[in-house]
């Protein structure tokens, strides 16, 4: 009787396993040698031709599962030292887009916004997580577990501040953003030319949601076991893994009514560094 069961569960198993479909993917196109992409927002270069488009969003809300209204494509570009995303958000109503946010890492919810995370190590655990509003402005985090991260899916720890570009323009068709993540800037496994990767876009008017894959209730952008795949990606470094932030802080008062000097000031300097390793371990320094 035992081995019945244990039969039945395991033809469950298999047929839940079958009806699963396979995850998306895209594949990373490789600049050629003295090929240059201007990151300016239009990825309009010859090289975004030869991309083929991550596209076919589905509705997360509010039509669980039935196909986005507003089309988006996305395209990957990579050279030996960087990862370029080409984005186009599609839209019918181009002149109502919401884009008022503009200071980093605040909340992009009462705007249109496309975000988008990555899995460089390919674990179906950790990545890094970006997104973009119309209007240019940026946020980023950590993605550090699988669940617990509310609407997006997985925890996120959003006081990490990578170094990466975004430009966007509005356009007769809608608005698109260029992309460049320096390799520098993330850590990988060099091991795998695979990596993970889910997007998504929010048209605000219509309180829409959409994604490339992973748009169950119970899933997200940043659960990466859901994630899509990015392939291809070879032959690429991190260089030194050195990066230096200088800085400079000052203060000027005045108090005349206290019979003291009419201004007075201070100012500190130093410098926070980041090194990496390994591809998989970072250092940080300060200096006061």
Known sequence: MAYLIFLAILLVWAVDAAAQPAPPEVRASRL???????????????????????????????????PATEKTEVRVLFDRDRLILGVICFDSEPTRLLGNQMQRDQSFEADDRFL??????????????????PSGAMGDGLITGPTGGGDFGGEMNKSWDGIWIARVRRTAIGWTAEIEIPFKTVNFDPNTDTWGANFQRTVKRKNEESLWTGWLRDEGLTRMSNAGRIIGIDGISQGIGLDLKPYVLGSASAAPGRNLPATTGDYDIGLDAFYNLTPALKANFSVN
């Open 116 to 133: 988008f995370a990555i899995d460089p190590f390919f674990d179906g655990r950790t990545g890094y997580f970006f997104e973009i509003n």
């Open 32 to 66: 050629a040698e003295g090929e240059s992409i201007v990151i300016d927002g239009a990825p309009d270069e010859g090289a975004w031709q030869r991309a083929s488009p991550a596209t076919n969003f589905l509705q997360r809300d509010p039509d669980n599962g039935a």
